[in-house]
């Protein structure tokens, strides 16, 4: 019996992108069970593609043509890729249909697409991933717009994967009215990697003069709920010799320019905007050869790219807050908002024995080991598949 599952809400299978992007390709590519049919859809901006089926290590990726809109891309990609399903289960009369929608963009659709899918047999899971209409960026309209689209997700999916423990018991508390079926399933990690200096890491450590063991890094989105402002103004407090490499998709926007304007960072030479590096070879190595990772990410579940910090950089400083907390646990050391607070971490930092950075890498690993492997990710959505899939 051939289980069937359309995930809906990355960009597509292989893409290098983001974090949705990085989770398809990795359920797919560590599920070995070939009882399982992935459909995944691809975004293009190429119109003569649209409606092109192409079949990818087995995966069945449809391209979905949309224009460049901003932010709204997403939305829209959602909706064209989701009618999309509804026609193809239809015309295939394919059965034992799950449908995993990442994110909660649309929700206000979920009530009339949810008539749908019932009449077609599928079963709708959503992972809202972190809480959007948290996020700084967005003006009160729009967040007042992805709150109620969040709760639309909720009442009217089958199921709901948290990838974090947090924001389950959110989603439990904020709308226990409507008895969600939840199961917390968080990213995952590889272990045991060894990463090689190619040409790229030669190049940017040639053209930055940077050196390994000598460089604090950071990678992550450049938006402000991800602190960037109080890292660097922290980090430029102190007299450290080491360098700040920070790895985003940095744009000389309103953020840099107030950034540029509240820190002055660039009358310091140790902080180094090298732009975003997607070769994950390269983006290993300088994780595994900075001196310490610093996360700033305070809003959201279990972040990605703090998995792939744990898994390969001995010591990590992340920002105090439940997300983080939860996955770092006494592996990490923490900081927040408060004046010195990072600072002061930083020289404590600056303290450890070779011999004490090795013993928090071990703990950072044993966690990823423990918790967080593609491994477990897989199994665990694999039962609620199935549970839903078998479900009369």
């Known amino acids: 019996m051939k289980k069937n599952i359309i995930i809906i809400g990355s960009r597509g299978y292989k893409y290098n992108y983001g974090g949705w992007e990085t989770f398809v390709t990795n ?26 089926v192409q ?48 994110g909660c963009k649309v929700g206000p659709l979920f009530p009339f697409w949810k008539r749908k899918l019932k009449k077609l047999g599928v079963k709708l899971i959503i992972n809202p991933d972190g809480l959007e209409w948290k996020r700084e960026k967005w003006s009160w309209w729009i967040k007042k717009c992805f709150k109620i689209s969040e709760r639309y997700c909720i009442k009217y999916s089958d199921y709901c994967v948290c990838d974090s423990k947090s924001i389950e018991s959110y989603v439990k508390e904020e709308y226990k009215k409507y008895s969600p ?52 103004r922290e980090f430029m407090k102190t007299n450290i010799s080491k360098d700040l490499v920070i790895i985003c998709n940095v744009e000389e926007n309103q953020f840099y320019e107030s950034l540029k304007e509240k820190t002055n960072f660039l009358q310091d030479s140790r902080i180094k905007f090298i732009g975003t590096v997607y070769d994950q070879e390269a983006l290993l190595y300088f994780r595994k050869f900075s001196y310490a990772y610093i996360h700033g990410h305070s809003v959201g579940g279990t972040n990605p790219s703090l998995l792939e910090a744990l898994s390969i950089t001995n010591v990590n400083i992340l920002f105090d807050v439940c997300y983080n907390k939860e996955v770092g646990e006494d592996s990490c050391f923490y900081f927040s908002k408060e004046d010195n607070s990072l600072m002061n971490t930083l020289y404590q930092v600056e303290k450890l024995s070779k011999k004490e950075q090795e013993e928090f890498g071990k703990k950072a690993k044993k966690r990823i080991h423990e918790a967080y492997t593609w491994k477990i990710v897989v199994s665990r959505y694999k039962s609620v598949f199935d549970l839903l899939i078998n479900q009369k």
């Open 55 to 102: 079949v990818i290590d087995g995966v069945i990726s449809p391209s979905i043509f949309v224009e460049d809109q901003g932010f709204v891309t997403m939305f829209t990609f959602t909706i064209k890729a989701t009618r999309f399903f509804f026609k193809y289960i239809k015309e295939h009369d394919i059965k034992n249909v799950v449908i995993l929608m990442l």
């Open 27 to 52: 359920l797919v590519q560590n599920n070995k069970d070939k009882n399982y049919q992935f459909y995944i859809p691809n975004l293009t901006n190429v119109k003569e593609k649209d409606g092109e």
């Open 181 to 232: 079926r939840t199961k917390f399933i968080a990213f995952g990690a590889y272990e045991n990697r060894n990463p090689k200096k190619n040409k790229l890491v030669q190049d940017l450590f040639q053209k930055y003069n940077i050196k390994e063991e000598e460089y604090y890094l950071i990678v992550g989105r450049f938006i402000p709920e991800n602190n960037y402002e109080v890292m660097i």
